[in-house]
């Protein structure tokens, strides 16, 4: 059914295109420009698990200010570069799976926990001992206009589903999340990773800025590029970044890769919070 041109409105007939486009972005502004999305695993059942996002406060910077936080630590110390420095602040900062993003998990532990920041080391220790940010009677996203917008008439919500996409940076620091999101090159092996959830075609079509916040050792998460997770003898070069599907976007301008130096660290130094 085609839609309705709603020439009773004066909000659609009296405002251009360009002007209703500000007034939807002066929408979702409070909800945030940036966000990171997620994939909420829920015990393994893929249906009940599902997307979910969460507001950035971090912008994007090729340095890692963590690192200087550390050296500037030790110089203050007087601890000699070499030497082992036991900090409880820095450490699990320095190996959270939130990469760079690591305020981001912070702020959203302070919101679920009432102020206690934990181990960040998890990135789904949240929903799978804490439930679903989504389930949280506080959770801020609960009150947005995304979906009332949504639920508009068809000319109002066509253009806010426009709007929502080519407005907001789109972050992952999960590349397994990312995968579910845009889809596999190549299925895994591990059939409970072969989960194929509904992925948003607004996505392709109207993104413009993507984000990713990946560890060092990234490549060991993507099927088409290791041996023990591929289906085909020939395996693919993980660094022309055809995994991330680019001819599949319409309206790409912007994609932003922060790859971590740092090695993973080991349990024992985990728990022992050694920078």
């Given amino acids: 059914m085609a839609a309705d041109p709603q020439l009773q409105s004066a909000f659609i007939t009296r405002l251009p295109r360009e002007i209703r486009d500000r007034i939807y972005l002066e929408l979702w502004r409070p909800c945030g420009l940036r966000q990171h999305i997620f994939w909420h695993w829920h015990s393994g059942k893929a249906d009940t698990s599902h997307f979910y996002r969460w507001p950035c406060t971090t912008e994007f910077h090729p340095e ?37 993003h690591w305020a981001c998990y912070e702020r959203g532990e302070e919101f679920i926990s009432g102020g206690e920041v934990g181990d960040t080391y998890d990135v789904f220790s949240w929903y799978i001992d804490k439930g679903c940010w989504t389930e949280h009677p506080c959770y801020a996203p609960r009150h947005s206009p995304y979906i009332p917008m949504l639920l508009s008439c068809k000319v109002v919500s066509s253009e806010c589903l426009q709007s929502i996409y080519s407005s907001t940076t789109f972050i992952f620091t999960e590349l397994q999340c990312l995968q579910f999101f845009v889809g596999y090159c190549q299925k895994p092996v591990n059939p409970k990773l072969d989960i194929q959830p509904t992925q948003p075609p607004a996505f392709f079509k109207y ?11 990234f490549p060991v998460a993507i099927p088409c590029v290791v041996p023990e997770l591929s289906k085909q003898e020939h395996l693919h070069d993980v660094y022309d970044f055809h995994w991330l599907w680019l001819d599949k976007f319409h309206s790409l301008s912007s994609v932003k890769i922060w790859i971590a130096s740092r090695k993973c660290v080991s349990d024992a130094l985990k728990r022992k919070n050694i920078v």
């Fill in 64 to 100: 890692d200010p963590v690192q200087k936080d550390v050296e500037a630590l030790r110089s203050k110390l007087g601890i000699p570069v070499g030497e082992t420095i036991w900090d409880e602040t820095y450490a699990p900062r320095l190996r959270s799976s939130w990469q760079n």
């Fill in 207 to 217: 993104a413009r800025k993507l984000e990713l916040s990946l560890p060092a050792d």
